[in-house]
């Protein structure tokens, strides 16, 4: 029984299961999220294993684009993934990531502000 991705990964290597099945337990591993550790571990490998699938594509845009992924290393790995792998679309989701960090960042500036003006 697999129960990590790095053992996915190991038994794709030694040949005991094909790229196919190797891919659809990391997917489902990145799809689950109840371990951090094992999103970020399967998002780097399935970047070692240059996967370029549209279904890795959108999940990888989800994460950094969705503001319930606060993990930054999982923010990290999904964006390092998309920059290599999806080098010709991964624009948009990167700007719309970057602006919408930024924006949160004057968020918590205005807040900050505000709260100096009340208090």
């Given at each position: ?31 689950d ?12 490998i ?74």
């Amino acid at each position: 029984m697999i129960v990590s991705p790095t053992e996915v990964y190991k038994n794709y290597q030694m040949g005991k299961i094909r790229k196919t099945a190797a891919i659809t337990y990391l997917i489902s591993f990145l799809e689950d999220q109840s371990n951090w550790r094992y999103t970020v571990d399967s998002i780097e490998i399935l970047g070692e294993m240059q996967v370029n699938s549209n279904e890795l594509y959108k999940l990888l845009e989800n994460l950094v684009l969705l503001t319930t992924t606060y993990n930054v290393d999982v923010i990290n790995a999904a964006i390092k993934v998309l920059t290599l792998n999806f080098s010709k679309k991964c624009e948009s989701p990167l700007i719309s990531f970057l602006e919408t960090t930024v924006n949160n960042y004057r968020l918590i500036d205005i807040f900050i502000k505000i709260s100096d003006l009340i208090w």
